[in-house]
């Protein structure tokens, strides 16, 4: 069984940057497809992005295109989440996830582990 905590979290004005991590424990991390997601108070949980076993694929959700970038290191045992252009509508509880399918998925569903989350706070 795989051990999600993410790192990384914060306050930061509209327009900047900030990476989260997510360090994994317990089993071998390369055979999990990773993700990410969000939840903001009130709302449901939204996907943010997703990278395959290998870190060659990637998905994305429509409001983070462009601004956001997903990697891992396999060697780390870690997946990133690069977040640059935040803005306050990015505001939420992000969680990391993973996958014993390996599927590059955007339904929770589909991801078996989670971490505790970790806030980011983008102010106006």
């Known amino acids: 069984q795989v051990r999600l905590v993410e790192f990384g979290g914060g306050l930061v004005q509209a327009g900047g940057s900030l990476r989260l991590s997510c360090a994994a424990s317990?089993?071998?991390?390369?055979?999990?497809?990773m993700g990410w997601f969000r939840q903001a108070p009130g709302k449901e949980r939204e996907f943010v992005g997703a990278i395959s076993r290998t870190g060659l694929s990637f998905k994305y959700g429509d409001s983070v295109k462009g601004r956001f970038t997903i990697s891992r290191d396999n060697a780390k045992n870690t997946m990133y989440l690069r977040m640059n252009s935040l803005k306050p509508e990015d505001t939420a509880v992000y969680y990391c996830?993973?996958?014993?399918?390996?599927?590059?998925?955007?339904?929770?569903?589909?991801?078996?582990?989670w971490g505790q989350g970790t806030q980011v706070t983008v102010s106006s």
């Open positions: 317990g089993a071998t991390f390369s055979d999990y497809a």
């Open positions: 996830a993973a996958g014993e399918t390996g599927l590059v998925s955007e339904f929770r569903a589909e991801y078996d582990y």
